[in-house]
């Protein structure tokens, strides 16, 4: 069973940094897709960034800048670095797995912006 643990949300000043990660339970390979979505309180889950297994990535137009998506293939997680943090960036942040016949989400972490 596919397992992805997200973790490294919090409460944060406006202005502040955060780095959430997200943990598989399974090997992630080249041809796999890893990737953040959010989804703020009374607004749809929107894409954030995106990264394959072979490490390229992709991000949501009207989030570059602040965001950067990484991973590690080694430990199977991925992450994501957001800097100078906005409350508009409250939300939860979830984590999302593209393999060969399926696809899976991560139960998410609850990010504060407080200003």
């Known amino acids: 069973q596919v397992q992805l643990v997200e973790s490294g949300g919090g409460l944060v000043q406006a202005g502040g940094s955060l780095r959430l990660s997200c943990a598989a339970s399974?090997?992630?390979?080249?041809?796999?897709?890893m990737g953040w979505y959010r989804q703020a309180p009374g607004k749809e889950r929107e894409l954030v960034a995106t990264i394959s297994g072979s490490g390229s990535t992709n991000y949501a137009d009207s989030l570059k800048g602040r965001f950067t998506i990484s991973g590690d293939s080694v430990k199977n997680t991925v992450y994501l670095q957001i800097h100078s943090l906005k409350p508009d960036d409250t939300a939860v942040y979830y984590c999302r797995l593209w393999k060969t016949g399926g696809q899976y989400w991560g139960q998410g972490t609850q990010v504060t912006v407080s200003s």
């Open positions: 399974v090997r992630i390979f080249s041809g796999d897709l």
